[in-house]
């Protein structure tokens, strides 16, 4: 069940809708010129709107600039139903935002159809739209799982004895480990760097995962990621 704005003067047209709509198990509201349908429009907050063009308040085409002005009505189906085949009316209520046409009279059948495709467009529209704002949530969730794992990771190589650097630029999280055999490790997280001694051992992490290593002479030589972190460094 959907909740339809139907708008014309004309008492006839109107019960027409009404009756047609209701049958096919809808809500319905009517209104007989756009001011009146504006003050409806907060209350009733239609799924779409039945609208004919001319009226004698406010016309159709100046009530579909004004809803459009509103923040949850920039995209509600909108159909014009109009007697005119003047180029310059249809041209107008489109480029006010009309979503679609109907001729009067109206024939019963084609309302409940016309009607219902726009209202399975428009479920579909607010599906995507829904996904799309998940999908966004989850890439920012993902990143920051990744930001937390690195910093993670700084910390327990720091408490292990290595050299350690946070993410995203922060200062050294760990110290230098002692004088052993392996000498000083290196993990560059995130663009960071720090002067190291030619035969230091160096890991590149990107993203979480090892990319290069060896010592900060030779990976030097490669002209890869890290001689890319060194010059960015500098």
């Known amino acids: 069940?959907?909740?339809?704005?139907?708008?014309?003067?004309?008492?006839?047209?109107?019960l027409l809708a009404r009756k047609t709509l209701e049958q096919a198990g809808h809500q319905v509201a009517v209104a007989r010129d756009g001011r009146e349908a504006l003050e409806l429009v907060g209350a009733f907050k239609p799924d779409i709107v039945l609208m004919d063009v001319l009226m004698p308040e406010m016309d159709g085409v100046s009530f579909i600039r004004a809803l459009r002005q509103l923040q949850n009505h920039r995209d509600q189906p909108i159909v014009m139903v109009t007697t005119t085949e003047q180029r310059e009316t249809r041209i107008a209520a489109l480029d006010a935002g009309a979503t679609d046409f109907l001729r009067k009279p109206i024939e019963p059948v084609e309302l409940r159809v016309r009607v219902q495709n726009l209202l399975g467009?428009?479920?579909?529209?607010?599906?995507?739209r829904d996904k799309a704002a998940w999908l966004a949530k989850e890439v920012r969730q993902a990143t920051q799982d990744l930001v937390d794992s690195q910093r993670d990771m700084a910390r327990r190589?720091?408490?292990a004895g290595f050299l350690a650097l946070a993410p995203d630029g922060l200062a050294p999280v760990g110290g230098y480990p002692g004088n052993d055999d392996d000498g000083r490790t290196l993990i560059v997280i995130a663009h960071e760097y720090t002067d190291m001694a030619a035969y230091d051992r160096v890991l590149v992490?990107?993203?979480?995962?090892?990319?290069?290593?060896?010592?900060?002479?030779?990976?030097?030589?490669q002209r890869g990621a890290y001689l890319a972190l060194v010059e960015r460094r500098h």
């Open 157 to 159: 190589l720091a408490t």
């Open 1 to 14: 069940q959907a909740r339809v704005l139907v708008v014309d003067d004309s008492d006839m047209e109107r």
């Open 121 to 128: 467009l428009r479920e579909a529209q607010t599906a995507m």
């Open 205 to 221: 992490l990107k993203d979480g995962q090892l990319v290069e290593q060896g010592t900060h002479e030779s990976l030097l030589r």
